[in-house]
C-alpha cells in the first residue's frame, strides 16, 4: 500500500470521508463482495464513475457491466447527459470493457501522466456487454 498515491490510500484506510454524500454501491454473490462502483456527483464537476472494481475471482460474469446499469439510471435521474470515468493506459482489458459499455476516449481532463479519459451519454446506452 505504501506505493499508493495518498488519495487512494485515504479511500482505503478511511473510505467515509472521501465518498461521504456518494452512492457507493457493492456487488455481492452470496455472502462475498464481488465488486464495487461510486458514482459521484461533485457540486462543482461533472459526474464522473470513481472506483469500478471487480475482484478477480469474480470477474467475467458481467459484474461490471451490471454495476454501470444499477448506476447509470441514478445519473439519468439526476439530470446528468454526459458520465465519465479515466484510466490509466495500461489498464488495456478495462479500457475495452469501458469502449464495450458505450465508453468513447475523449480528450484529457487530468494532468496525470498516462491517463486515458473516457466518456458516454447517461441515457440511451443500456445493455452493451
Same mark, same amino acid.
Given at each position: 500500500m505504501d506505493e499508493l498515491p495518498d488519495r487512494y490510500r485515504a479511500e482505503i484506510t478511511d473510505p467515509? #470521508? =472521501? @465518498?461521504? &454524500?456518494?452512492?457507493?454501491?457493492?456487488?455481492?454473490? &452470496?455472502? !462475498?463482495?464481488?465488486?464495487?462502483?461510486? =458514482? #459521484?456527483s461533485p457540486p462543482n464537476g461533472p459526474w464522473k464513475?470513481?472506483?469500478?472494481? #471487480? +475482484? =478477480? +475471482? @469474480?470477474?467475467? =460474469? &458481467?459484474? !461490471?457491466?451490471?454495476? @454501470? +446499469?444499477?448506476?447509470?439510471?441514478?445519473?439519468?435521474?439526476? &439530470?446528468? +447527459?454526459t458520465v465519465r470515468?479515466?484510466?490509466?493506459?495500461?489498464? #488495456?482489458? !478495462?479500457?475495452?470493457?469501458?469502449e464495450r459499455l458505450g465508453f468513447t476516449v475523449t480528450g484529457s481532463w487530468d494532468e496525470r501522466d498516462q491517463l486515458v479519459c473516457v466518456q458516454r451519454a447517461a441515457r440511451g446506452v443500456t445493455g452493451v456487454r
Open positions: 467515509r #470521508t =472521501p @465518498f461521504a &454524500g456518494d452512492a457507493v454501491r457493492v456487488a455481492l454473490l &452470496g455472502d !462475498a463482495a464481488a465488486g464495487c462502483v461510486v =458514482p #459521484t464513475i470513481k472506483r469500478l472494481w #471487480t +475482484d =478477480p +475471482d @469474480f470477474r467475467g =460474469p &458481467g459484474i !461490471a457491466s451490471a454495476m @454501470f +446499469d444499477a448506476a447509470l439510471p441514478h445519473a439519468a435521474e439526476n &439530470g446528468v +447527459d470515468l479515466s484510466v490509466r493506459e495500461w489498464r #488495456t482489458e !478495462a479500457i475495452a470493457r469501458y
